[in-house]
């Protein structure tokens, strides 16, 4: 892929042996200081044993590896298990601007 940001090691898929349940995509910021979480889905069916989770901390990892100690994402407002994941690990709301 042709965008400064994207770095393989960010990228994460889940398998339930040859079927593809999952994917998470982290980018590349280091310069800004940050890498970013681009997205996190699980298909319906295999929702709620923990693979988002598991993903996003893939994606926790992969700051260390960039060597930064932060980590960016968003989502809707009305996706609330998508607020409770980030915050059980961690993630706090940012200053708006």
């Not at 400064?4 to 590349?28: E, F, H, K, M, Q």
């Amino acid at each position: 892929m042709e965008v400064p940001s994207y770095d393989p090691r960010g990228v994460v898929i889940a398998l339930d042996d040859s079927v593809w349940c999952g994917l998470a995509a982290t980018s590349n910021h280091r310069a800004s200081g940050f890498v970013f979480n681009e997205m996190t889905g699980v298909k319906a069916p295999y929702r709620g044993r923990g693979i988002s989770i598991a993903m996003k901390t893939f994606g926790i990892g992969f700051a260390g590896l960039c060597g930064v100690d932060k980590i960016r994402t968003f989502h809707h407002p009305a996706n609330t298990a998508a607020i409770e994941m980030n915050r059980r690990l961690g993630y706090v709301d940012a200053e708006q601007d």
